[in-house]
């Protein structure tokens, strides 16, 4: 298939783009390389495969809907798999309206040009902040989730929304995915696992926001890029569909963890709880165990592990 990854030279979308090339396909990775504050990091997420005649890269803003047309229309994909996204919590409180423009209108564009273009099979990843404080745990996709807690967390319900509609006026065949706070190489440099570990590493002050009883659950990369696959091959009407770990580590654990394996203590820094941040997040699988017969291979200390190697490669 010929399968447009947008967000593709991201954390997430980058390893999806290798595994699909791995298996025969042809993609187009639609990111913003030049007007990224992460230039360097994208270029070097897809390093290893830039050079392969089934790769084409796609400079461009999922804003921008001419852009957009002009990739659909020389690239003629037959799915789509959504990444691209303004993310963060904190940060969308600080500016809810990037994260609106991005999140919201741009997947409102790729949508209507799906539609246009005939292109019948979106997956697209929403997220687990959708849940907010919910007090039933684990989540199940049935829970209304009508509550969230930050802007980012309000735009990706928000995108799920939209995907419905276009799914019923279209016969569009949409997956929204929500998956549980990914970690792993390539992690993205302002996400816990990475700010942490990177100061324990250099021997700075790690801060722990809260009393460290907030939990987590901490869903490894190469698990989630096989939930998403799993996903692209079934023939889907509309679903709603949770990829996690199902075991949430709190935060004093987690920093342990990577105490232990990176063989250092940490500094730790109290602050307050920061505003849009939710006390847990815990995934009920069963339903993604049903339908794509997926399951979480990689338990944390594993995870963390295979993570702490890459990344001191990179130092």
Not at 6 to 29: M, N, P, Q, R, Y
Not at 65 to 73: G, R
Not at 130 to 135: E, F, N, Q, R, S
Not at 256 to 280: F, H, M, R, T, W
Request: hydrophobic fraction near 40%.
């Amino acid at each position: 298939m010929r399968i447009l990854v947008t967000g593709g030279a991201g954390f997430i979308g980058s390893h999806i783009c290798e595994k699909l090339i791995a298996d025969g396909h042809k993609v187009i990775c639609f990111d913003t390389f030049i007007a990224s504050t992460n230039y360097l990091f994208k270029n070097a997420n897809v390093l290893k495969i830039i050079d392969h005649p089934n790769f084409s890269v796609v400079n461009g803003d999922i804003r921008n809907k001419e852009q957009l047309e002009i990739c659909f229309h020389w690239e003629k994909p037959d799915a789509v798999i959504h990444l691209a996204a303004q993310t963060g919590v904190r940060p969308s409180v600080q500016d809810p309206m990037l994260h609106y423009k991005v999140n919201v209108l741009g997947t409102v564009n790729l949508l209507l040009l799906c539609a246009v273009h005939g292109v019948k099979n979106l997956v697209f990843a929403s997220s687990s902040s959708i849940y907010g404080d919910d007090p039933v745990v684990p989540f199940k996709e049935s829970l209304k989730a009508d509550k969230q807690l930050s802007p980012y967390a309000a735009t990706k319900k928000a995108m799920e929304n939209v995907a419905y509609v276009y799914h019923k006026l279209h016969n569009i065949s949409i997956s929204c995915l929500r998956p549980f706070t990914v970690y792993g190489p390539r992690n993205r440099p302002d996400m816990a696992p990475a700010l942490f570990a990177n100061a324990i590493i250099n021997n700075k002050p790690i801060n722990r926001f809260g009393n460290g009883s907030s939990g987590r659950d901490y869903t490894y990369i190469d698990d989630i890029v096989e939930g998403i696959l799993k996903t692209l091959d079934q023939s889907m009407e509309f679903e709603i569909i949770n990829l996690g770990n199902s075991n949430p580590v709190n935060l004093l654990k987690f920093i342990s963890y990577l105490e232990k394996i990176i063989n250092k203590k940490a500094q730790v820094k109290n602050i307050p709880k920061q505003s849009g941040d939710v006390q847990i997040t815990w995934a009920d699988i069963n339903k993604a165990k049903k339908i794509l017969d997926w399951q979480p291979k990689t338990q944390i200390k594993s995870g963390l592990g295979k993570y702490i190697q890459w990344l001191k490669k990179q130092i």
